[in-house]
C-alpha cells in the first residue's frame, strides 16, 4: 500500500514540475512575444514620425491618416504575423558580359528574365535571352538541371503555367510539357508575351497599362474564347471568392492609388472585338468603355500602392507602399493596420504579378530604372516563409 501511495505521489510531484515548466516556457513565449511586438511597433513609429510632417503626433493607432476624399487609416496591428524573412542574390547562370556592358538599355536587360518566371514541380522555373529554361529547386535554391535538361530541347521566347502544366512559347506555336516530352497545345490561348494574372477552369484573365492614361483587365472565357473586359489601372492580382473576382490594381503615378474591384459574372463585362484587344481608344486604355457596371468597387484609395494581394491562413494579406516602406497590411474597410514591416525598406516595384501555385504565392517583380519591364526579383510566399530572389545582384533600395 506505501509503494502504491508513493508511487501516486511521485507522478503527482512529476506531473506538477512538468506543468510548472510549461507555464514558464508559456510565460517565455507570450514575454518575447510582447517583446517583437513592441520593437515593431516603435520602428513603425519612428519611420512614419520621420516622414510627416512635424507638429503631427504619430501613434501606432494612427501612423498615417489620408488626407484624401476616400479617407483610410494606417496602424499598427494588435495580431502581428511573424514571418520569417529570407533574402538571396542568385545570378543568371547564363549571364553575358557582352549585355552587361552595353551601353543601350533594352541590351542590358537582357542579363534578366526573359519572362516572369513560374512554380513548376516544386521547382523556381525562369526562363533567359537564350531562349532556355533554369530551374531552382526551392527547398535551397540549387539547380535543378535534371528537370532544366529535359526541358531544354527547344528555344522558348515565353512561357507560363497553362491548365497546371508548364507551357511556352516556340516559334509561333505554344507547347506543353506533359512530364516527358512537349506537346503542340492546340486550344485557343490569348497570350504571346505577357504574364497571366489568374486562372481557373473558366478563364484566363490577363492586362495591359497604360500608366497615367488607364489600364485593362481581360477575361478570356475558355468555353467560347470570347473575352470580356472592364478598366482596371493597373492589375496585379486576383483572388476568386465566393462573391466574384476581386481585382487588384495599382498605380505610382501622381501621390499613387490603388482599388479592388470584385467582378461576379465576369461575362456580363463588356465583350472585346478582337481587333480592340490591346489597344487604346483615344489615346486611353480600353478598359474605359466598358460601361456594364458589372462591378463593385470593395476598395478605392489614393496616396499609396498596393503591390499584392495573397491568402494566408483564413485572411486576404496585402503587400503596401507608402512613405518609403513596403509592409504587409491586413485591409478592414478603411483601416490598413500592419502586421509585419517585411524587409522594412523601401522594396518598390511598377508593374508586379502575382500568382498562387498549390501551397506557395510567387510574386514577380519588375522596376523600370533597373530592368525595364523585365522581372530583377521575386517574392516567394510558403505559410510564414518569404524568400525574396534578386537575380545577378541586390536589388534592395
Not at 495591359?208 to 470570347?226: D, I, L, N, P, R
Not at 466574384?244 to 490594381?249: D, K
Not at 472585346?272 to 463593385?296: H, Q, W
Request: hydrophobic share 35%; net charge neutral.
Amino acid at each position: 500500500m506505501f509503494d502504491k501511495v508513493g508511487h501516486i505521489n511521485k507522478l503527482q510531484a512529476m506531473v506538477k514540475k512538468l506543468l510548472y515548466i510549461l507555464l514558464i516556457f508559456g510565460l517565455s513565449n507570450s514575454g518575447f512575444a510582447q517583446s517583437l511586438q513592441l520593437k515593431f511597433e516603435n520602428k513603425l513609429v519612428e519611420h512614419f514620425q520621420k516622414h510627416t510632417w512635424k507638429d503631427v503626433v504619430v501613434t501606432r493607432d494612427s501612423l498615417y491618416s489620408s488626407p484624401y476624399k476616400d479617407k483610410f487609416n494606417v496602424s499598427v496591428s494588435d495580431n502581428y504575423i511573424e514571418f520569417d524573412t529570407t533574402h538571396l542574390v542568385i545570378k543568371n547562370p547564363y549571364f553575358s558580359d557582352k549585355h552587361d556592358d552595353a551601353e543601350e538599355e533594352k541590351d542590358y536587360v537582357k542579363n534578366f528574365p526573359k519572362s516572369f518566371s513560374v512554380i513548376y514541380e516544386n521547382s523556381l522555373v525562369t526562363l533567359f535571352e537564350n531562349g532556355k529554361f533554369t530551374c531552382f529547386k526551392l527547398e535551397n535554391f540549387e539547380r535543378n538541371t535534371e528537370l532544366e535538361n529535359k526541358l531544354n530541347t527547344k528555344k522558348f521566347k515565353y512561357h507560363w503555367i497553362i491548365d497546371n502544366q508548364l507551357g511556352g512559347l516556340s516559334g509561333n506555336s505554344i507547347f506543353l510539357w506533359n512530364g516527358n516530352k512537349w506537346t503542340k497545345f492546340k486550344e485557343n490561348f490569348p497570350l504571346k508575351n505577357q504574364p497571366k494574372l489568374f486562372e481557373d477552369n473558366q478563364f484566363i484573365v490577363y492586362g495591359e497599362c497604360f500608366g497615367e492614361w488607364g489600364g485593362t483587365v481581360y477575361f478570356f472565357e475558355k468555353s467560347s474564347s470570347k473575352t470580356f473586359f472592364t478598366e482596371s489601372t493597373c492589375a496585379n492580382s486576383v483572388i476568386k471568392t465566393s462573391k466574384g473576382y476581386n481585382v487588384l490594381a495599382h498605380l505610382g503615378h501622381g501621390g499613387g492609388s490603388a482599388e479592388i474591384k470584385t467582378i461576379p459574372y465576369p461575362t456580363k463585362l463588356t465583350l472585346a472585338k478582337p481587333n480592340e484587344i490591346g489597344k487604346s481608344v483615344n489615346g486611353e486604355a480600353l478598359g474605359y468603355t466598358d460601361k456594364s457596371s458589372a462591378f463593385e468597387k470593395k476598395l478605392d484609395f489614393y496616396g499609396l500602392q498596393i503591390f499584392s494581394s495573397f491568402d494566408y491562413q483564413d485572411k486576404v494579406l496585402y503587400i503596401v507602399h507608402l512613405s518609403e516602406l513596403t509592409f504587409i497590411a491586413e485591409i478592414k474597410n478603411n483601416e490598413i493596420e500592419i502586421v509585419n514591416p517585411l524587409f522594412f525598406n523601401d522594396l518598390y516595384t511598377h508593374d508586379p504579378i502575382t500568382n498562387k501555385y498549390g501551397k506557395y504565392t510567387l510574386m514577380n517583380l519588375d522596376h523600370y530604372g533597373t530592368g525595364l519591364n523585365r522581372e530583377i526579383s521575386v517574392l516567394i510566399i510558403e505559410g510564414n516563409k518569404i524568400t525574396k530572389l534578386d537575380w545577378n545582384e541586390n536589388h534592395s533600395r
